[in-house]
C-alpha cells in the first residue's frame, strides 16, 4: 500500500493537446475563450496562457494534422477543466460561447462549483468552472464531502453580468 501523499500545494500546471488544424483550434481557444499566445512553435504547435504565464494550454499538429477525430468510446482524456477566480468570470465566458452560438453539451451545478462543457473544434472535452468558497462546500453530518449533479441555472449565472 502506498502511503506516500502529493503536497497539497501540488497544482496541474498545463495541458497540451493533439489537434487536426492549429488555427481552428486558436479560433476557439483564443478567440472565444481568450487566452493569449505566448509562443508558436513553427507551423506545428502553439502555446497559450492566462495572465502572462509561460502557457497553460499547448495545441500541436505534430502527429494529428488533419487527422479524423478518435471515437468517442476510446480511452484517453475526457476533459480538461478550466477554473475562472470569479464566478462573473465564468459568466462572462458563457456569454461569449452562447453569441457565438458555440454548443455546449451540459451544465451543472455540483455543490462545490457551477460547470459548463462543451467540446473544442477536435472533441476534445473542455469544462469551464468556477469553485464556491472552500466554506460553503456540502457536507454530510459526519463532515464528509457530497458533491452532486444538479441543473446549472444558466440565466441567474448571466444576470450578473447585468449587475454593476
Given at each position: 500500500?502506498?502511503?506516500?501523499t502529493?503536497?497539497?500545494?501540488?497544482?496541474?500546471?498545463?495541458?497540451h493537446?493533439?489537434?487536426?488544424?492549429?488555427?481552428?483550434?486558436?479560433?476557439f481557444?483564443?478567440?472565444?475563450?481568450?487566452?493569449?499566445?505566448?509562443?508558436?512553435?513553427?507551423?506545428?504547435?502553439?502555446?497559450?496562457?492566462?495572465?502572462?504565464?509561460?502557457?497553460?494550454?499547448?495545441?500541436?499538429?505534430?502527429?494529428?494534422?488533419?487527422?479524423?477525430?478518435?471515437?468517442?468510446?476510446?480511452?484517453g482524456?475526457?476533459?480538461?477543466?478550466?477554473?475562472?477566480?470569479e464566478?462573473?468570470?465564468?459568466?462572462?465566458?458563457?456569454k461569449?460561447?452562447?453569441?457565438?452560438?458555440?454548443?455546449?453539451?451540459?451544465?451543472?451545478?455540483?455543490?462545490?462549483?457551477?460547470?459548463?462543457?462543451?467540446?473544442?473544434?477536435?472533441?476534445?472535452?473542455?469544462?469551464?468552472?468556477?469553485?464556491?468558497?472552500?466554506?460553503?462546500?456540502?457536507?454530510?453530518?459526519?463532515?464528509?464531502?457530497?458533491?452532486?449533479?444538479?441543473?446549472l441555472?444558466?440565466?441567474g449565472?448571466?444576470?450578473?453580468?447585468?449587475?454593476n
Open positions: 500500500m502506498n502511503t506516500y502529493v503536497p497539497g500545494a501540488t497544482r496541474i500546471g498545463h495541458v493537446l493533439k489537434v487536426t488544424d492549429i488555427e481552428r483550434s486558436l479560433a481557444y483564443q478567440e472565444i475563450l481568450g487566452f493569449e499566445i505566448t509562443q508558436r512553435y513553427g507551423e506545428g504547435a502553439v502555446f497559450l496562457s492566462a495572465g502572462g504565464y509561460h502557457h497553460h494550454i499547448g495545441l500541436n499538429t505534430w502527429q494529428s494534422k488533419g487527422a479524423e477525430r478518435g471515437p468517442v468510446r476510446a480511452p482524456l475526457y476533459h480538461v477543466a478550466i477554473l475562472y477566480a464566478r462573473k468570470e465564468l459568466a462572462d465566458a458563457v461569449r460561447l452562447l453569441d457565438n452560438e458555440y454548443p455546449l453539451s451540459g451544465a451543472a451545478d455540483h455543490g462545490v462549483s457551477e460547470a459548463i462543457y462543451l467540446d473544442d473544434p477536435d472533441g476534445n472535452g473542455v469544462e469551464l468552472y468556477w469553485d464556491r468558497p472552500k466554506e460553503d462546500w456540502p457536507l454530510d453530518p459526519e463532515g464528509n464531502l457530497q458533491m452532486v449533479t444538479e441543473p441555472h444558466i440565466q449565472l448571466l444576470a450578473l453580468l447585468k449587475e
